[in-house]
């Protein structure tokens, strides 16, 4: 019965990553908003419905790792050594993402499509938009829990959105330099010097509290 249901696992994935790489070939090529899920359906050779029970939204084929990010947030926090504040394992956690070449620290010519995908259309800025605020959210609460606090409390909000905001300017220098340069190396060290230097600044914004 295990088998069987591995099997199926299996299966169910392979056809999901399917659809979300052909989504995907479509999108670069021809922009989000010329590409239809029957156009999708098609290119992946399977019926629309399969397409919405595993994507509710379009935009869900082009952010599919999603999901895979949000548990990573979290569990960084469960897996951090007792002397490693939050602050300091999210720190971290961006320098392994880099040593181990993960592909959401991927400064390259293929991460420029993704890029420029997304700015030519205003769904899927809407869409990124959205993720921010619901990633600031899942790391109020893993950071909250993280130390037995209120899920509410407001030290673990401000060092949610300390934590948002310095990635996300650590990932558009990281992008406009490669833009600019065509340099990967170059393009990863601009990342984590912003990282690190709002790592310093949410160490003093946070001091005194159990997540610094």
Known sequence: MTT??????????????????VATRLFFERGFDHVTVDEIAAAADVGRMTVFNHFP?????????????????????????????PIEAYRLLAHRLVAEQHPAVNFSARSQGFVETIEGSETLKARVRAIRDEIAD?????????????PADPDAKLAASLLLATW?????????TFRQERDTKRATDAFLAIIDKGAI????????????
């Open 138 to 150: 899942v790391v109020m609460m893993a950071l909250s829990e993280s130390v037995g606090r209120n």
């Open 4 to 21: 069987t249901t591995d099997r199926r696992t299996r299966k169910r994935l392979a056809t999901r990553q399917n659809i979300s790489n």
């Open 201 to 212: 600044g949410q160490k003093a914004a946070l001091n005194d509290t159990p997540y610094a």
């Open 168 to 176: 996300t300017v650590a990932f558009i220098e990281a992008h406009q």
């Open 57 to 85: 939204r379009k935009e869900d084929m082009f952010f599919d790792r999603d999901e895979e990010a949000r548990e990573m947030l979290r569990e960084v926090l469960r897996q951090r050594d007792a002397d490693v504040a």
